[in-house]
């Protein structure tokens, strides 16, 4: 089991940045990828991107590609979300997730979501 806590959320005007920060603890050896997702009010939940635990590898959707950046740092289990050029239409509660060695599909670890609020 993979425990994962999520902080950085606020509120930020339209254009702003904020980094938010996945902290993962218990059984890290065993995480595959971590992967970023949001919720806005009254919609389903969406992944925005996703990391690699051991290459580094990413990917974005294309509704934040160029202006989020993912990364992670192992020594500190780490995933962070760097969100730039923030719009209103981000504002979300935002999850990290993680997925371990034997999972195919989907991840099993959830963490319990930050909210962002971008004003315009």
């Known amino acids: 089991q993979v425990q994962l806590v999520e902080s950085g959320g606020g509120l930020v005007q339209a254009g702003g940045s904020l980094r938010l920060t996945c902290a993962a603890s218990g059984r890290t050896f065993n995480i595959n990828t971590v992967g970023w997702h949001r919720q806005a009010p009254g919609k389903d939940r969406e992944f925005i991107a996703r990391i690699t635990w051991s290459g580094g590898g990413t990917y974005y959707t294309d509704s934040v590609k160029g202006r989020f950046t993912i990364s992670r740092d192992i020594a500190k289990n780490a995933v962070y979300l760097q969100m730039s050029s923030l719009r209103p239409d981000d504002t979300a509660v935002y999850y990290c997730?993680?997925?371990?060695?034997?999972?195919?599909?989907?991840?099993?670890?959830w963490g319990q979501g930050t909210q962002v609020t971008v004003s315009s």
């Open positions: 997730a993680a997925r371990t060695a034997g999972t195919l599909f989907g991840y099993n670890n």
